[in-house]
């Protein structure tokens, strides 16, 4: 399958990544080399690579300044899109060594390469470099989008910390599932689709219509992530089949079907608790009960629910701007990136 | 010993913990826990203690806020005393998971109680508030101070990175090890020394005063502490005597010895390149190699130095907060807490 890129994606591309360069060369070369690997800027040897993902929440952000009129400087606008990323990789380096996972974007962690000290202190810097860089810009709200950002990486932390929580217990409920998407996800990308309006001085019902549109099309984003965890191509997702099973991630639609009250929800929950790992034959079995209790097509439903929400907490702007933000909407929960 | 702590430590105590507190208590329970538990305020039960350092960063902020006149707002301050304290506390937290220490404070280490996950995103969390902490107080300067603070993380992380290198190095010169002093040790101090004066207004030439007489002293602080690693009272450090050296730590004072050119010094290099585990006595002949070396007398007047040499960048000011500057200095160096 072919996918056009919507231009926002491109355009983000290229006016973040200079403002992500320079901040990471301000670090100490050994630290910089971890984030250049990560970034995918360079190869383990150091030798350049195209990298990088596909710059979603930096367009976000862009997306967001230009909702103000008259629009906000561009250098602002670009500085709190690079926070946004640099706080979103700094998750995932995190989030990498807590969880031990050993591949992302089909390249092996940071982590694995150069040791989990060396990442860890990656990450660290770059949640200290997106302070910087931010509030570096010559924006006069620069403090309050600092604050936001700051603000959301703590509820950040809240959503990684109930994730490894969830992996010691039987009885997570579905609305703590959904607290923890919301946290893990939705919350940066509600953060990035108002981060660039609070930054450029907008009126406080845009920035709080850009939020909640964030919100919801971050619940979207993870339910889609969720489904594909379960039955994605590991040509588009980097992971491989039903991982998110071998791993009893306590996901939206897992949780959704092992509180159902079904038959197939039952016997997904003995799978669950079965001490040794499961067979091939098994997670395909989990993958069916997941189908059967109904919580795939719950979760597809829940999914389109929060996409249409977030249209319609989408505040009137420039309508360049607004269009190419449920543009991007739409394309993300059709082909997660 | 009977020693009797300088008011300012007293009064920085009191001050600061209730920020510290209303900070800590934004995070989520499981995270909010494992901070509780590493600022020794409950036990791993949950427990209300005592607990607490002895607030030597906090103190060195609130007086240096009162080395401007007139000086700024009072919350202001302990804001700015709070911040330097939550990124210290981020860098012990993360610093013990990379250096796998197991006793800090007399107490096991919040990763051996909690797990390196927890203790992970409990330094997350206090490195996001920390920022959100400067940025919420009502200072116009807040957010110069808030970059400084970033900066100097920044810094930090660059320490912890070349402390983690010089691990699998045998060939660390003076220069590099008195610059990753620097970075690990004196940078936050220099920080601590005039982000008070910074968040209230100081002019230019008085913050840069504080910064260099906080780095000075920050220096000399650094090189007790590697000298109480080698021949310091457990009773007062924490630390199993000689545990630097069993650990083969590249600090000041083995740097120099095994940079000497004496024969001591090329006796400690054979002990330090041994694969086996030095034995108790490898182990004290390695601290008298130090000593034959010269390098306990260096680095003691190297201290000394430093400390006079700080006391000279201290800008003049309102006497009693001067005063009081010279006197935590003098006490830190003489006692480290």
Known sequence: MTTVLPPALLTARESVDPALHSAVAQLDPDTRRVCEYHFGWRS???????GGGKALRPAMVLLSAQCVRPPGAADQAVAAAAAVELVHNFSLLHDDVMD?????????????????????????????????VLLDSSSPHASA???????TTRVLIAGQAADLDFEHRHDVTLDECLRMAHDKT??????????????????????FGLHTFGTELGMAFQLVDDLLGLWGDPEITGKPVLSDLR????????????????????RLRELYAQPEPLTEQQLHEAAEMVQRAGSA??????????????????P??????????????????????
């Open 297 to 314: 097509n719950w979760t597809h439903r829940e999914c389109q629910r929060r996409l249409a929400a977030a249209g319609e907490h989408l």
């Open 100 to 132: 031990g996972d050993t591949s992302r974007r089909h390249r092996p962690t940071a982590w694995t390469v150069f040791g989990r000290p060396a990442a860890l202190l990656a990450g660290d810097a770059l949640l200290a470099l997106a302070t910087e």
């Open 247 to 266: 791993a009893r991630k306590k996901t939206v639609p897992v949780v959704h079907a092992l509180n159902s009250g079904t038959a197939a929800g039952e």
């Open 44 to 50: 383990v040897d150091g030798a350049p690579e195209g």
């Open 186 to 207: 939705a919350a940066l990308l509600a953060c990035a689709t108002s981060i660039g309006a609070l930054n450029a001085g907008a009126p406080q019902e845009v920035v």
């Open 145 to 151: 989008a600092a604050r936001s950002l700051s603000a």
């Open 316 to 337: 009137s702007g420039p309508r360049d701007a607004t269009e190419a933000l449920t543009e991007l909407a739409a394309f993300v929960v059709r082909r997660k990136l």
